[in-house]
């Protein structure tokens, strides 16, 4: 069992910038993954972004490439999501995933067992 405690989030102005974090507690193995999913109000989950333990791979939503940055801290078990630049519909609570997702399944919600409570991000125009 992966336990995952997200913190970060909130209110800020488009063009505004904010850090989610997430840690994961429990046993991991050789290709553990965690990754970061949103769902707005009236949509389905999206993929963000992940990253991979083993060499730090990372993989994003077009929409998000350049603006957010996934970054992890193997000794913590933690991962980061650098949001910069963030716009109305960026608006949406954000969830922190983790997993063994295979190489090819990395951005797919149903690959990643363990979940966070979610985190509301709010981005005003």
């Known amino acids: 069992q992966v336990q995952l405690v997200e913190s970060g989030g909130g209110l800020v102005q488009a063009g505004g910038s904010l850090r989610l974090s997430c840690t994961a507690s429990?046993?991991?193995?050789?290709?553990?993954?965690m990754g970061w999913f949103r769902q707005a109000p009236g949509k389905e989950r999206e993929f963000v972004t992940y990253?991979?333990?083993?060499?730090?791979?990372?993989n994003y939503v077009g929409s998000v490439k350049g603006r957010f940055t996934i970054t992890r801290d193997g000794a913590k078990k933690t991962v980061y999501l650098q949001m910069n630049s963030l716009k109305p519909e960026d608006t949406a609570v954000y969830y922190c995933a983790a997993g063994h997702p295979d190489d090819t399944l990395g951005d797919k919600g149903a690959a990643y067992p363990y979940w966070g409570q979610g985190t509301q991000v709010t981005v005003s125009s």
């Open positions: 429990g046993r991991t193995f050789r290709n553990f993954a």
């Open positions: 990253i991979r333990w083993s060499d730090g791979s990372t």
